[in-house]
């Protein structure tokens, strides 16, 4: 029944495709404007007349855009460049759709300077850089490297069809973590298959380095201590230096968001000379794959989106999704004898504590190499830290005693945890997610954004700097009538991106996308859950085969502390 | 002799849609159908007009969940003295033919 519109849309989306091949630069956002109208226009058959419009279009204005003398010159030019691009259009599209400059993009061997890796890991990885522009609309400003590492199958039936790994944040680079990934997640993620991992311009080892000292400082403000409207006043300056620091280096906060991600994707595919290719993508990482699914389709396999990140505006605040998970863990307690025998009222303890907190943060030391000696724990930096813990079941166990702790005042108890989350946040590059996310989502400048924000360190405002630091740019996209194999994974208990994330992207995608719903799991399902990693397994090999998903039923509930 | 520029009729007939409700913001497909211009016309016109500074837009989330947002459109101040211009001045037109059938 679906054959025939889907077909339609197939085509339709070729033109418009086609379209935004040839009016890059300057003309992209307009590309852009011209394919999301084709979301609104339910009729196949004017859908189909927007589209050739819209290749017409592209082609009247790239060649109306051409300077030219006089009459007769400007109308040698006009037929000359018409048909040249037809013809260049016609040769290239499949090869270079989304690349705009010249040359042709090249994937740099380098030596593999990465932390970790023991000799039977390293004959495995493959390191190298690949060039993309600064700006795509303006080719003069320069390059960009972006880090790269391949990590090859060891397995003797290795498919032709690598896995990109896109990771999440923004701001949470892969490559430094490539010897722990494949040691232990490769062959999940991609069985039998290579698997690549690339740092997103701006985070971990791409350039540009934004902001590098960034997350020190806003520990060290932390460190510092003082109410929460001092800490946050202390984070805002921390943003607005690295934005004037950028400026000074001739580095344009426009020439970031995922509309410009994707784009480096795409120079990457062709850098390795990648027909196509499967993808696994994880949190903010899962927008990124989902503006690829709608604007490059044709170079997809299969799409395995874990912990749904749907574009602007989500479903919930984060404040939202937070007290949801916090709840949970509250009644999950109650139902665990062990847990409501040590902590009657787990609730009412988690908010005594953050009383006490208020009236006198408590000193938690850290451990050494980490900048500051030791923090300031006041109940927004409290909030923070239950907030990243409900994320992995592991931590999640935890959580029960580290309320306790904090509520008796028990700094020792508390520095595992801390210490922790504090490595884990150094290795952020959140002038990267602050850049991205200002990118990307307009209602995070909106007033009541601000407001409701305010819960959270991370995705905090912090009194409307997002609004001084770049303007939104091209949005993600979820492709309406999805034609990619897709696989959708969300846990019941995330407190970042719950399961209403997840249907809201379905159904603009249609059921060719399945999402599946793990009971007792947060963030990151795949890592957290060996049926998640299972299923995963399953999909990669057999994208359009039956999946098994006779485990998610037998996920068990979280052991509390 | 070199046409005056923005007097082309599609650029007329999308002026003065765009002037009959020029406080509300406008998206592509509304204005093609009531301009009845094809989307390869309508598209350069726009992107013409904003280049010569006569034409702001924005992007507005769709009011249904997990629809992308949609670029709008709607006269500047100075796209506003022109198209008003461009009115009187047919309105004039129109008058004078009217004086001509007359006549």
Known sequence: MNARPRRWRQIVLKLVQHARWVLPGAGSPWADAMRHELDYIADDPAALRWAIGCVLASYRVRVTGLRCGGARTCLRHFAACGCLMLLAGLALQGHARGQTEQPRPAFVETTCDLPNVSPSIRPQLRCGEVSVPRDYDNPGAGQFKLAVVVIHTVTKEQQADPVLFIHGGPGSPLTAQAARIAGAESTILAPDRDLILVDQRGAGRSEPALCPDLAKRQLTAFAQGGSTDVVMTAWRGTYMDCRRNLVQQGIDPAWFGTSVTVRDIEVLRQALGISRWNVYARSYGTTVAMTMMARHPETLRAVDLDSIYPPDPAPLTHAQTFDTALNALFEACCADSACVAAHPDLAATFHEAMAGLANAPLTVVLPPGLGPADVALGPLLFRGIVNQALYYRPLLSMLPNVIQSAHDRDPAALQPLIGHLARQFLAQSTGDRMVVECRDRPSLQAESAVVASTVIPGIIDFHGVRRNWVKPGSPPVVASSNVVPSLLLTGAIDPITPPPFARIVVARMGPAAPVVEFPHVGHDVEESSACGANLVTQFVRRPEGPLSTACVAAVPPVTLS | ?103
């Open chain 2, 1 to 103: 002799m070199p046409r005056k520029p923005n007097s082309s009729p599609q650029t007329r007939a999308l002026l003065a849609v765009l002037l009959d409700r020029f406080r509300t913001w406008r998206h592509g497909y509304d204005l093609s159908r009531e301009t009845d211009l094809k989307s390869g016309t309508l598209y350069p016109l726009l992107m013409r007009l904003s280049e010569q500074g006569l034409l702001e837009s924005r992007w507005q989330d769709s009011e249904r969940p997990g629809v992308p947002p949609r670029h709008f459109y709607r006269l500047t101040d100075s796209g506003l003295a022109l198209a008003q211009e461009q009115a009187v001045s047919e309105a004039t037109l129109a008058a004078g033919d009217r004086a001509g059938v007359m006549t």
